[in-house]
Every structure is written in structure tokens, then in C-alpha cells.
């Protein structure tokens, strides 16, 4: 199994609303990611896991709230967004950080009306 | 100036064209990555590469450390080879961070 799997693949939500994102893997990588994609942009890193602790925080807004319940899991909770927020959010994996290869998952396309 | 580069932004080829995808970094490295991104779709992983060159399929990546410079070479192109390519890099301290170019936007028509 060599799969970031990504839940929702879609979710539209209103600016009142709270929500969460969702990223498994069972490669047994212990560094998970999340970025964020505007259109025609690369991704933009948010957050980093290493063996379930937050490694890096690339002073993203508080109303984007990680979460690594175990080292197969990632969540991203959501409150109170706003438009601008709507884009492509990417969860990744790697077995370790450094010199590893990062596996994606397919992203869950977010539009905050 | 970014700390990626890559060149093309856009290349459009006919179906069965070699291509070439280049990308230019200005820090040392510990790893660079070729990643493909389908329109609407999520990044799949085709090459880590630290020295030298690797062959997967029609896809060859090579590296030169001194020069700071990576190729990425499609063979007998197709058109499902169109997609967006994206270089990244990942620093000589073994940074969890990945910086990332802008990408290069293929079409490949039949």
C-alpha cells in the first residue's frame, strides 16, 4: 500500500462552519504534511508531523488546526474561514524528513462561500 | 529570484516528441524531487534523486550537484503525459521542507 488516501475529495463549507480534513497512510512514514494550492501555484507548506509531534507551524492562521491522533492519521480542523481560504489542500507523507521520498494524496478541493 | 526555477512554463509538443523540463536551484541540496500533478488532481512522486540519473519507463531524471541543475526527460511522448511538473527541492540540512518551483505546464497533442 502506497497510498496518501485524502477525505473529502470535495467540501463546500460556509464561513460559520466547522470542519475537518482527513489524511491516512499505512506506509508506516512517521512525517505527514499539509500544504495548500491556489490555482496555478505550487503548493504552499502549512504544517509539518514528525513522529507525531508538530515540527514546523509556517505561521498559518489559528483557524487552521492540526491534528495527529496516531502516526497513521492527520487531521486539518477548519472555523471560521474565509473565501481566501478556498483552494486545493494536499496532505503528504515520507518516512522520515530529509533525504525520503514524499507521497501525496489526491487533495481535497475546499471553496468557502 | 525564487530559489527553483524551472524552465519551460509552458511547452505544448506533438505526440511521440522527446521533451526536456529543466529546473535550476540556487541552494545547496540534499534531494531534489520531480512530482506530476494532473489538472484538478493531487502530486504523484516520479523521481528523488541526490547524483546522477534514474530511468523509470519513458521518464529519465538527471542531476548535476556542481552545476545546480536537473532534467527531466519524457520519451515518445503521449498525450496523458499532459500535466503540470513540478521541481523540488529539499535542503542541505535535511529540512522537513520541501521549496518547490512554479511548475511546467505540458500539453502533449495527438
Known amino acids: 500500500d502506497t497510498e496518501v488516501t485524502q477525505t473529502p475529495k470535495h467540501l463546500v463549507m460556509g464561513m460559520t462552519n466547522k470542519k475537518s480534513l482527513k489524511c491516512e497512510q499505512h506506509m508506516g512514514h512517521r512525517a505527514m504534511y499539509w500544504y495548500k494550492q491556489k490555482a496555478k501555484k505550487p503548493p504552499e507548506l502549512m504544517f509539518v508531523?514528525?513522529?507525531?509531534?508538530?515540527?514546523i507551524n509556517e505561521s498559518v492562521p489559528s483557524r487552521f488546526s492540526p491534528e495527529c491522533p496516531n502516526s497513521s492519521l492527520l487531521n486539518l480542523h477548519l472555523h471560521a474561514l474565509q473565501p481566501e481560504d478556498s483552494a486545493l489542500y494536499l496532505c503528504?507523507?515520507?518516512?522520515?524528513?530529509?533525504?525520503?521520498?514524499?507521497?501525496f494524496g489526491q487533495g481535497t478541493r475546499l471553496t468557502v462561500v | 529570484k525564487n530559489e527553483v526555477e524551472q524552465s519551460p512554463q509552458n511547452l505544448t509538443a506533438q505526440e511521440g516528441e522527446f521533451i526536456t523540463i529543466n529546473c535550476s536551484y540556487s541552494?545547496?541540496?540534499?534531494?531534489l524531487h520531480w512530482l506530476q500533478q494532473h489538472p484538478g488532481g493531487g502530486i504523484v512522486s516520479l523521481f528523488m534523486l541526490s547524483s546522477g540519473k534514474k530511468k523509470h519507463g519513458r521518464l529519465i531524471a538527471t542531476i548535476n550537484i556542481q552545476e545546480k541543475h536537473s532534467s527531466l526527460h519524457i520519451t515518445a511522448s503521449h498525450p496523458r503525459d499532459s500535466a503540470v511538473y513540478i521541481c523540488?527541492?529539499?535542503?542541505?540540512?535535511?529540512?522537513?521542507?520541501?521549496?518547490f518551483g512554479k511548475g511546467t505546464k505540458l500539453t502533449v497533442n495527438p
Open positions: 503528504a507523507s515520507s518516512q522520515d524528513h530529509g533525504l525520503t521520498e514524499a507521497f
Open positions: 523540488a527541492v529539499r535542503d542541505q540540512g535535511g529540512s522537513e521542507k520541501l521549496v
Open positions: 541552494v545547496g541540496i540534499s534531494a
Open positions: 508531523y514528525s513522529y507525531e509531534k508538530l515540527s
